[in-house]
C-alpha cells in the first residue's frame, strides 16, 4: 500500500523560509508524478506545483513561481518543496499527492494518492 507523509511545515515570520518533504513508501516512487498543493478552510485545493517521475520537467502556479521550487530524490523516495519570501497569504494546509499515471497535472482530481498534509502558517 502506498503512503505518503508530509513533514516540515510549522510557523515562519513573513519573509521567511520553509523546506516541505514528502516521503513515499510502497510504491514505485520513480514512476509518479508527484504534486504539492494548498487548501485554506473553506477554499477549493490550490496548485503549488508538480514534477515528473525522472525530474526534467516541472510545472508551477505562476504566481509561486518565483519563490517556490520542487525538486526530487528518487533514491530516497522524497520530494520537496522550497519556499522562500513567505507571506502570510501562504498560509495553509500543504498536501503531498501522486499520480500513478504519466504526466503532470494541475488538477487535484487527477491525483490518486494524497498525504495528510502539513499545516504552514506565516505570521505578519
Known amino acids: 500500500q502506498v503512503q505518503l507523509v508530509e513533514s516540515g511545515g510549522g510557523l515562519v515570520q513573513s519573509g521567511g523560509s520553509l523546506t516541505l518533504s514528502c516521503v513515499v513508501s510502497?510504491?514505485?516512487?520513480?514512476?509518479?508524478?508527484m504534486a504539492w498543493f494548498r487548501q485554506v478552510p473553506g477554499k477549493e485545493r490550490e496548485f503549488v506545483a508538480a514534477?515528473?517521475?525522472?525530474?526534467?520537467?516541472?510545472l508551477y502556479q505562476t504566481s509561486l513561481k518565483e519563490r517556490f521550487a520542487i525538486s526530487r530524490n528518487n533514491a530516497a523516495n522524497t520530494v520537496w518543496l522550497i519556499m522562500s519570501s513567505l507571506r502570510p497569504e501562504d498560509t495553509a494546509v500543504y498536501y503531498c499527492?501522486?499520480?500513478?499515471?504519466?504526466?503532470?497535472?494541475?488538477?487535484?482530481?487527477?491525483?490518486?494518492?494524497w498525504g495528510q498534509g502539513t499545516q504552514v502558517t506565516v505570521s505578519s
Open positions: 499527492a501522486a499520480r500513478t499515471t504519466t504526466g503532470v497535472e494541475v488538477r487535484p482530481s487527477e491525483y490518486d494518492l
Open positions: 510502497g510504491g514505485t516512487f520513480s514512476y509518479y508524478p
Open positions: 514534477i515528473n517521475g525522472s525530474a526534467t520537467s516541472a
